[in-house]
């Protein structure tokens, strides 16, 4: 009858991690939690307070002080930047692989010769720099709102082909480049030409489609995300299908993880409505697997604001009091973050931090974690807690976790 709750509070970091200075310097000085409290020097989280933010910071940034007896740690991203996509993956239990960062016009050659090869209409669209047209209704470019260089856009108008069709697309592309992420999606629109309407250049060498432009999020929207070195196998959904141990994801994380013989609840944004499912299903009979995404705090450091991320925080903390309630000594929580998004940092994309790792086990107190070297320590203590096989990538820390006599 246990459960193993991991709650993802995305973007919540807790400090710019030690190589920031070398591979990130725009993000030297983030600390999306400290900030935060900074600025709202009056608010109070009593739930994540209880749980031991204040000691994962590391100092008091506001009101708010650590617990003595609280069980917590931190985390290093294995994967490079900061990405709720590879993050996600890392935690499962992925071991990040190094993707190369290029634009599509180094690869245009070698992707147009597998579609072509595979019978694909292809047509090459532009000047001096190019994107490519599939099948007149699907765009493969540069993904221009990521970091550039880091992820290729797959653009479709559902109204003239599948998503599964789509997916194929995607699949070739995967296949044949190593960058980060290849994202397939697509919407209905009234005409294809839209897609080539919204076709953008940046610093003269990315191309592709400005996809809010492009209209492909107004109506039926659809999309899938293809990893660099992710295989669903290795991960903790399959270990846990291979010991019968059900699976529920809930919101981002069950858009972007393959968890095909569990429950997936996606398209969810609101956090309310997402920690309503998240209760529910920590109060279904059996043993069970949860792993839940709050979004709307990496939304509001995306749109750099403050009073936004603070709000949602209070939303998440108010929900995880009546998870505590329900929660006996078999069960286990995990409240973490995935990267940061410091809105007061100066840039809206994200920040390269460390993360929060806070645990609650009825009568577990006290336990330090330490400063982990991957999200993936996360999956590989939840399948030690099930018993089932490890995944591909961390260590667990269920060994630390013993109830005191």
Known sequence: MAKFLVL??????????????QVRPQDIGANTCAHILQAKSDLRLPVLEKLGIINALGFSANIMQPNADANFGTADLQHEGGDTFMGHQEILGTKPKTPLRIPFSEVIDAVGKALLAANYQVERIGDTLQYLLVNQHVAIGDNLEADLGQVFNITANLSEISFDEVKKIGRIVRDCVSVDRVIAFGGLMASSQQISDAAEEKLGVYIGIN???????????QVVHMGYGVDSQVQVPAKLQSCHIPTTLVGKVADIVENPQG?????????QTIMDITLEAMKQPGDRFICTNIQETDLSGHAQNVERYADRLMVVDNNLAGILKIMTPEDCLVVMADHGNDPTIGHSKHTREKVPLLVYR???????????????????????FFHAPAPQNGMSFLPLLKAQE
Not at 11 to 20: K, L
Not at 211 to 221: I, N, Q
Request: net charge negative.
């Open 362 to 384: 009825p009568g577990v107190t006290g336990v330090e974690l330490g400063h982990r070297a991957t999200l993936s320590d996360v999956g590989a203590t939840v399948c030690d």
């Open 8 to 21: 993802v509070i995305d973007s919540f970091g807790v400090g710019t991690m030690d190589d920031v200075p």
């Open 263 to 271: 429950i997936n609840y996606i398209n969810l944004v609101d956090s």
């Open 211 to 221: 996809a809010p432009k492009s209209g492909a999020y107004d109506k039926g929207f």
